[in-house]
């Protein structure tokens, strides 16, 4: 009778066993395989399990790679600057630095339970003053190259936060991190040029192996559109207000203007009959957020009382503001063609505004149109020189045909937007310039940097638009790198996205003071080969990655200009109904007293049978009883087996090849809950074979299980693997290969029909000819077959059927 399974005992005996010899060993011949994790942010609330289902799918894929023959670069670290940390620090009433500190400590505590192989020597955190020096290194880099710029416009506010945020971190007309509304602010922002690098950052998206639904997700973001920027004369003015359209083609049917409240010329358009509503209008459109302005569908405008002409027919069209058109994209003014757009067609009809029709299926003009006619094919109509051309030719040909009338030009537009790069806050990494009265902005002189961000008591956001750095005059007062005249340092800090945009690079050289990353260790060791993360990183992390990587390889610090070539996005773990887990809402499942009870394996295991990895999965703890019974029945039978050491029947060869097959297949797809219901069935059967052979079965399957089984339950897979007699790790075995001839069945069951309908099922040879079979199908029909056959059929190991009169 096997020992009783004790998970405690045997956990902390593989620990210590791991941790006195390192079973993932750099021995210079292996070839590497870089398996990360996106890193978190040390949050006081510590994991919960739907963060351990992450960190468990990159250790099970490690592991298996390791398996594979590679040596595993699988590191981890700390997302610790930024608005999460500080908020938090902030609710504690400690200062960011203790927190952050505490929170890395548990948080540690809890990834170690995982038992997964990080490599604690890689390990890398953003707060940390010499890996921010290159983060400010980076920087200083991109504000030579003309990257990095200042710029005063209005920017999301998050009154809560008080801080300035980037488009991408508002949600709903919401602060991602708390929630609150979001408002305007004009301040003075340091910005990064992204837009520089759109079409590469769209076009190489083409060679990475990554989920599509990402890759459209950053597709639509870039939002590159081809069209026309087309000049709109103002009425009795000299100036011109320039709009960009993608559909030139509908000129014609352009009968009003709408210009963004935030357009430089829209205060001055009003006349004195409509300004008090127009500066009303500005005023209330600059306290509603970008997003919110989006998504409304119920349209509001105000009339300015002025007039441009449409420069294609020469009639008078009026000028309307409306929040629905931004200031920063496009030109910030449209022209409308209610006749061809939902939204305009919206605006015309609530603002009793003329509806011109110019494209029509079949040259048939619509009477009263109840709703804008969308499609792209038609005949131009009410169009002047364009009647009865195709719309689909028109609209390429169109933005050269006006380039040539010279009021407009044929243009590409993007909807991303340059990156708001300052943060009102303390606890992030200090931009790296000195503002000088002589020479303006200068850069902090390489090597001073790092810059430090200064030790201060009151580090709380003022709310007044300047970083709590502004009051410490000892730190902001300098003098200038160039001149040496009395300067100031930028106050402002950098957004918690500036580390762990490039801190993958990092981990490979993590103690270099020197270069970032030595060129010997990056060609070595990099790129990334496979990042698992949450699908919420898809527009930021992951775009600003990107960016950050082409930005490197340009100015030769990397020889790759894409930073992971696989992307898999783990699902959600949720609460019950589907809600995701949060302290607020006492959902919250931590992992610890599930390992106290169960194990780390089986916590693993049931991490992954929940459901397919790539969705989300609501919890529930009872689950797990299921998986810990099977890791005791297949520890029992292992252990039996071992004893008892039975020899090998064709039946237990043939399973064992069958098992190495199904679950290398559902490895090799991501399909990890049915590799756990994989092992669960196989286990099933060989229990069953065991029933035959004294109650084992033969000692090269029980090894093959358990390497099989080693990336799922290292512990036990340990355990098992030295009872068998080996003095090395598991994991330095190699990963089994299937024999497939060994797996093909002696015998199949095959049904038996007459006309199309079951009357027996049979179990004939799987190699049978077609005469075997239907003999053996003419046999078990005997005294059935009372009519004349007409045509015997037989699928080989699928079916055999008499068609009979």
Known sequence: MAAPYNHRAIEAKWRTKWEEKPINVNDGKKPKYYCLDMFPYPSGNGLHVGHWRGYV?????????MLQGYYLIHPMGWDAFGLPAENYAIKMGVHPAISTASNVKNIKRQINDIAAIYDWDMEVNTTDPNFYKWTQWIFVQMFKKGLAYEKEFPINWCPSCKTGLANEEVV????????????????????????????????????????????????????KSYGAEVEFPIDGRDEKITVYTTRPDTLHGATFMVLAPEHALAKSLATDETREAVEKYIFDSSMRSNVDRMQDKEKTGVF?????????????????????????????????????DDRDF????????????????????????????????????????????????????????????????????????????????????????VHC?????????????????????????????????????????????????????ETNTMPQWAGSSWYFLRYVDNKNDKELVSKEKADKYLPVDMYIGGVEHAVLHLLYSRFYTKFLYDIGAIDFDEPFKKLFNQGMITGKNGIKMSKSKGNVVSPDDLVRDYGCDSLRMYELFVGPPELDAEWDDRGIDGVSKFLKRFWNLALDSIEKDVPATKEMIKVRHKLVYDITQR?????????????????NKLIELSKNADGAVDKETIETMTILLAPFVPHVAEEIWEKLGHEDSVFHAQWPEHDEEAMKDDEVEVPVQINGKTRVVISISADSSKEDALAKGREALEGKLTGNVIKEIYVPKKIINFVMK
């Open 57 to 65: 799918i990159s250790d099970v894929w490690s592991r298996y790679k």
């Open 437 to 489: 009265p002589k020479c303006g902005a200068v850069p902090v002189p390489e090597d001073q940097l790092p810059l430090r961000l200064p030790e201060v008591e009151s580090y709380q956001p003022t709310g007044t638009g300047e970083s709590p750095l502004a009051a410490i005059d000892e730190w902001v007062n300098t003098t200038c790198p160039c001149c040496g005249a009395p300067a100031k340092r």
């Open 172 to 223: 709903n007309g919401c602060c991602e991190r708390c929630g609150a509304p979001v408002t305007k602010k004009n301040l003075r922002q340091w910005m990064l040029r992204i837009t520089k690098y759109a079409d590469r950052l769209l076009n190489d998206l083409d060679k990475l192996d990554w989920p599509e639904k990402v890759k459209k997700m950053q597709t639509d973001w870039i939002g």
């Open 667 to 683: 490895l090799e797809s991501f399909s990890l809950n049915t590799v756990i219901s994989k092992f669960m069935e196989y286990n």
């Open 304 to 340: 300015t009382g002025s007039y441009a002409i449409n420069p294609l027919n020469g009639k008078k069209v009026p000028i309307w503001l409306s929040d629905y058109v931004l200031a920063d994209y496009g030109t910030g003014a449209i022209m409308c063609v209610p006749a061809h």
């Open 346 to 433: 919206e605006f015309a009809k609530k603002f009793g505004l003329p509806i011109v029709q110019v494209i029509a299926k079949d040259g048939k003009e619509i009477e009263n149109m109840t709703e804008a006619y969308t499609d792209a094919v038609g005949t131009m109509i009410n169009s002047g020189d364009w009647n009865g051309m195709e719309s689909s030719v028109l609209k390429k040909e169109a933005p050269e045909m006006i380039e040539k009338k010279g009021f407009g030009r044929k243009t590409v537009n993007y909807k991303l937007r340059d990156w708001v790069f300052s943060r009102q806050r303390y606890w992030g990494e200090p931009i790296p310039i």
